[in-house]
């Protein structure tokens, strides 16, 4: 009689649930664990050997970040003059010019040190062998390299 009892109790107990059409597995996987990435450290800038003045490094770059590196390629300040507000200042150094506006350089010329066809002062500037068309106004020519 008492093995009725309990088989009449677990007959009585509500089934399982089942659903179905769901797997057993979850299908959402836990997110892998997200590292931090450390901040690459830029390597040290290094003048190519047969660059003369790398123009295209300093284009674009802030004034104060690369002003020690300026004076090493281009010499001494010779001076500097205000130019309209929207041109910035210009500044003279020993081998060329830059122009600055809002902090940073916009314009570099570069007095080379014997005249060069244009592939190779382009190249002695820090640009490849070709940068596409140039815009020539009176004898000198205007590189725009985005």
């Not at 450290?41 to 003369?52: E, F, G, L, M, R």
Request: aromatic share 8%.
């Amino acid at each position: 009689m008492y093995s009725w009892v309990v088989i009449i109790a677990m007959a009585c107990s509500p089934p399982e649930p089942v659903l179905s059409g769901i797997p057993e597995s979850p299908i959402l996987k836990a997110a892998p664990s997200v590292e931090k990435k450390q901040p690459k450290t830029p390597a040290p800038y290094v003048k190519p050997a047969d660059v003369y003045v790398d123009a295209r490094h300093f284009g674009g770059k802030r004034f104060e970040t690369v002003r020690d590196q300026l004076i090493d390629q281009m010499g001494q300040r010779q001076g500097h003059r205000f130019l309209s507000a929207s041109q910035g200042k210009e500044i003279q150094y020993i081998r060329g010019r830059i122009r600055i506006k809002d902090e940073v350089i916009y314009m570099i010329q570069i007095d080379l040190p014997r005249a060069m066809l244009r592939r190779e002062a382009l190249q002695s500037a820090g640009f490849p062998a070709y940068t596409g068309g140039a815009i020539r106004f009176s004898g000198e020519y205007r590189i725009n390299n985005q």
